[in-house]
T-cell receptor, first 115, second 117 residues
Framework: NAGVTQTPKFRILKIGQSMTLQCAQD?????MYWYRQDPGMGLKLIYY???????DKGEVPNGYNVSRSTTEDFPLRLELAAPSQTSVYFC??????????????FGDGTRLSIL | AQKVTQAQTEISVVEKEDVTLDCVYE???????LFWYKQPPSGELVFLIR??????QNEISGRYSWNFQKSTSSFNFTITASQVVDSAVYFC??????????????FGAGTTVTVRA
């Protein structure tokens, strides 16, 4: 019963390095989301996708890119890591359609430090 | 503008006390959804409840209860007879259902609840 799986769980990057945070869900959910959570703060939406091949910006997209080639996978890429991107990153998925708004299911998070 | 406000940053109680978490939201939509999530010290986010804007009935689930009042745009959460395991950060979130909003969640800043033995 995997749900939403995020890898890696922890990562330390040097300034300017690139990396991809992986997210996979096995619930056949059409909607997927990436959030970041800074210390003492709520979650802020980075990017989201309403289905394979469709992505859109959230509240804080700068410095990130996403792709959604399959229903299951929604990777988040950091191209040039900056200290301001030190955060905990959560991936989530949900099934949403006309008149239906199901709860988002979250992965366990990726703790990322940029030094 | 902040769509979800959780005015209480931290609440500390002694075990068996009741604790109420406030959540005030702002939206122009007539149809919307409200959620509460729990984030224990281990860090994962656990879904607790979803309520749509047409259902103002209060709900009780075990020691948890929710009071939804559209007139004051509030969706408050009460833990009765708190236990140490209730120690966590609790988030209130709003999903606005107009099509262009794509069911995105707007989170409050969270309330940290500490229950002392």
């Amino acid at each position: 019963n995997a749900g939403v799986t995020q890898t890696p769980k922890f990562r330390i990057l040097k300034i300017g390095q690139s990396m991809t945070l992986q997210c996979a869900q096995d619930m056949n959910h059409n909607y997927m989301y990436w959030y970041r959570q800074d210390p003492g703060m709520g979650l802020k939406l980075i990017y989201y996708s309403v289905g394979a091949g469709i992505t859109d910006k959230g509240e804080v997209p700068n410095g990130y890119n996403v792709s959604r080639s399959t229903t299951e996978d929604f990777p988040l890429r950091l191209e040039l890591a900056a200290p301001s991107q030190t955060s905990v990153y959560f991936c989530a998925s949900s099934y949403s359609g006309t008149g239906r708004n199901q709860p988002q299911h979250f992965g366990d998070g990726t703790r990322l430090s940029i030094l | 503008a902040q769509k979800v406000t959780q005015a209480q940053t931290e609440i500390s109680v002694v075990e068996k006390e009741d604790v109420t978490l406030d959540c005030v939201y702002e939206t122009r939509d007539t149809t919307y959804y409200l959620f509460w999530y729990k984030q224990p010290p281990s860090g994962e986010l656990v879904f607790l409840i979803r309520r749509n804007s047409f259902d103002e009935q209060n709900e009780i689930s075990g020691r948890y209860s929710w009071n939804f009042q559209k007139s004051t745009s509030s969706f408050n959460f009460t833990i009765t007879a708190s236990q140490v395991v209730d120690s966590a950060v609790y988030f209130c979130a709003l999903s606005e259902s107009e099509p262009q909003n794509d069911y995105k969640l707007s989170f409050g800043a969270g309330t940290t609840v500490t229950v002392r033995a």
